[in-house]
């Protein structure tokens, strides 16, 4: 059973276009993170998300994290080729995580 | 700094035969992870450890060991292989801290196994 549902499953879209990213829990994490995997490599932590409500910001990334800490989105604000790659939320719970099935995000040049 | 090394890189085994997967990390890190992905699944924990000497199972177990002699290298082991064994294999590494926010896990490349 995936306690994280992410959506979409895939996303293709063209350079300086944005994109959205949902993740959606059917339990409370303590945090959430999100990864990002390119071909051929593990997973890469791009943020992690603790208080609900909490924004934060990484260049043209903006991560949330709901109030109720169950979901979470992930914005790309003009998507540019360096951003195609698999991106993955991850609820942790103490020292382990449990992943969605990730979003497969393909920016066009 | 090398970080997480994991080897074989690829490997394809025939049904029955047996392997064991190599994870070695730098970062003296006490907790140790082994990840199976599939299409569509993400990543799914197979075993962990919180320390060297100790092991526990994660989500899907079953058809796996593993072993941490060592603090720095966790073996992941296939007695029997299965083609459901088929799958892209990573390793993870993290230092346990009270600071949430600071609770990373660093992968390996992972391993590609094919099993006939």
């Known amino acids: 059973t995936q306690l994280l549902e992410q959506s979409p499953q895939f996303l293709s879209i063209q350079e300086g276009e944005n994109l959205t990213v949902y993740c959606n829990s059917s339990s409370v994490f303590s945090s959430l993170q999100w990864y990002r995997q390119e071909p051929g490599e593990g997973p890469v932590l791009l943020v992690t998300v603790v208080t609900g409500g909490e924004v934060k910001k990484l260049k043209r990334l903006t991560f949330q994290f709901g109030d109720a800490r169950k979901d979470s989105s992930l914005h790309i604000t003009a998507a540019q080729p360096g951003d195609t790659g698999l991106y993955l939320c991850a609820g942790v719970d103490d020292y382990k995580l449990s992943f969605g099935a990730g979003t497969t995000v393909t920016v066009r040049a | 700094n090398a970080g997480v090394t994991q080897t074989p890189k690829f490997r394809v085994l025939k049904t029955g035969q047996s392997m064991t997967l190599l994870c070695a990390q730098d970062m003296n890190h006490e907790y140790m992870y082994w990840y199976r992905q599939d299409p569509g699944m993400g990543l799914r924990l197979i075993h962990y450890?919180?320390?060297?000497?100790?092991?526990a199972k994660g989500e899907v177990p079953d058809g796996y060991n593993v072993s941490r002699l060592k603090k720095q290298n966790f073996l992941l082991g296939l007695e029997s292989a299965a083609p459901s064994q088929t799958s892209v294999y990573f390793c993870?590494?993290?230092?346990?801290?009270?600071?949430?926010?600071?609770?990373?896990?660093?992968f390996g490349a992972g391993t590609r196994l094919s099993v006939l």
């Open positions: 450890s919180v320390g060297e000497g100790t092991t």
């Open positions: 993870a590494s993290s230092y346990p801290g009270r600071n949430l926010a600071k609770n990373i896990q660093y």
